[in-house]
Structures are given as structure tokens and as C-alpha cells.
């Protein structure tokens, strides 16, 4: 089967060490991110409601995900108790960075410590970036576990919905006047970046002290469905695009699903 013939193509590259797989997962989602953001420099006027709807599509992933791969297998694995306390750190430190740390949403406006010293690029940089940490971790996290068929789901899906992502990224890094084509696309693959050094923390992190494995695995589903409630639906329902981001997220979260079974 296709899915098979992937995973034994993965493994051979990345070897049976859940560090070197989490790096090699990290790079994956962050070269399906740049396939996503390079996009806009050929299809360069996407229309807002599909753009509303593909962010749909994200989130729709996301949150399948983060109760397929990251939740149940976590409590599966040590209990409610300690993926709920992961769950409420992931989103605390992502409620305390989106309050802390200066940034930019390009409809949300500007949160965070308010400063004149950054740039405005750099704000919108900053937001994307936020973004997507939950991501790597995610797959970090998925690899560590050891548990390789359920983490190889994960990074399919997080790579998948950072498609659509990647683009949406650069068309918003246009509209808010950040240079020209090539230039937004760069803003988007540089704000994707992130999830290779994150991927590797993750699995790093379990492999080295994997009774927290329940807890990481919590901490990165909570910080998933932080983003997702926090700002990709309020973003996608600010132009009167409810539907269509609606429609997006449940196709999403089909799409997850059917992964979820069909890759075993």
C-alpha cells in the first residue's frame, strides 16, 4: 500500500531513531509549508472566501488531529490526568506568549506589549510563528512517542493543512504591503522555519524522560486547539466568510479522519 511504501521511504531516510525522525518529520511540514507559500507567486490574487475556506480546512486537521494522534493515544498511554494538566500548560503558555510578546495579525491588528521598536514585518512575522510552534511540537512530540504509525498520521496531516497555510501566510504578508511576490513568499516559508527546531525538542524531550510523554503529548494538542480557537476561526469569520471556513473546517476534519483510518 502507498501509505506503507512512504513510511518505509521515511524510515530509511530518518533511521529508527524517534530524534532523527522528528527532525526529518520538522523538515517535511516545513518544505510542505514553502510548497503552500511559494504558491503566491503563481497564483497571486486568491480570493478572500477561499482563503477563509482553506484556513478552515487548517484548523479542521488541527483539531481532528489533536484528539486522534495527540489526545486519546495520550491517554491511552498514561491516563486523563496528565494529558488534561498537559492540555492546560500548552494553552496557558500560549495565552501568556500571545499576551506577552509583542506581535500583528493582519485583521486582528496588533497584540501583545505594545513597543515602537520592531518593525511591522517583524510583528507579522512574530504572529505566524506563534502559529506554527504547536505545529513542530506536534510532530515532535508524535515521534518520540516511538509510536511510528500514529506520529507518521500526524505529519501527514500538519503537512497537508500547511499547504493552504503557507498560502494564506503569504497572500496576508502581501496585503498588508510587505514587498513584492517573491518577497511574501519568503515571509511565509520563514515563518515555518520554526517547526524543525521545535519537531526535534519535541521528540527530544520524550525520549528523555518519557514519563512526561502523556503530559507533552497533552501540552502540544492544547496548544493546537489554543490556536485554533483563539485565532484561526476569529480571523476566518472577520469577513463574512462564516460559511465558507465553516465548510473548510469540516472538510478538514474529514480529511483527518480518513487518514487517521486509512493509514492505520
Not at 489526545?71 to 498514561?78: R, V
Not at 474529514?254 to 483510518?261: C, F, H, K, P, S
Amino acid at each position: 500500500m502507498l501509505e506503507n511504501f512512504l513510511r518505509d521511504i521515511f524510515v530509511g531516510i530518518a533511521g529508527t531513531n524517534p530524534i532523527w525522525q522528528g527532525f526529518l518529520g520538522g523538515i517535511v511540514i516545513t518544505l510542505l509549508n514553502t510548497f503552500g507559500a511559494l504558491f503566491v507567486l503563481f497564483w497571486r490574487k486568491p480570493s478572500e472566501k477561499f482563503l477563509d475556506a482553506a484556513l478552515g480546512f487548517s484548523a479542521g486537521v488541527m483539531l481532528t488531529a489533536s484528539f486522534t494522534s495527540l489526545i486519546i493515544p495520550g491517554i491511552e498511554k498514561g491516563g486523563v490526568i496528565p494529558v488534561i494538566v498537559g492540555m492546560g500548560l500548552g494553552v496557558a503558555l500560549l495565552d501568556l506568549s500571545d499576551h506577552i510578546i509583542p506581535h500583528t495579525h493582519s485583521v486582528m491588528g496588533a497584540e501583545g506589549l505594545k513597543t515602537k521598536r520592531i518593525r511591522a514585518v517583524w510583528l507579522f512575522i512574530i504572529a505566524i510563528t506563534l502559529h506554527n510552534m504547536p505545529e513542530g511540537l506536534a510532530v515532535g512530540v508524535g515521534f518520540g512517542s516511538g509510536d511510528l504509525s500514529n506520529a507518521f498520521k500526524l505529519m501527514i496531516a500538519i503537512g497537508v493543512q500547511n499547504i493552504p497555510e503557507g498560502l494564506a501566510v503569504s497572500v496576508s504578508a502581501l496585503s498588508a504591503g510587505m514587498g513584492t511576490y517573491f518577497y511574501a513568499s519568503f515571509v511565509g516559508i520563514r515563518a515555518g522555519l520554526v517547526e524543525i527546531p521545535l519537531a526535534i525538542i519535541g521528540a527530544w524531550a520524550v525520549q528523555i524522560a518519557n514519563p512526561i510523554l502523556p503530559y507533552a503529548m497533552g501540552f502540544a494538542a492544547g496548544a493546537m486547539l489554543y490556536v485554533i480557537s483563539d485565532e484561526i476561526v476569529p480571523e476566518t469569520h472577520r469577513k463574512g466568510h462564516e460559511r465558507a471556513a465553516t465548510l473548510g473546517l469540516m472538510l478538514g476534519a474529514a480529511v483527518m479522519l480518513y487518514l487517521d483510518v486509512s493509514l492505520g
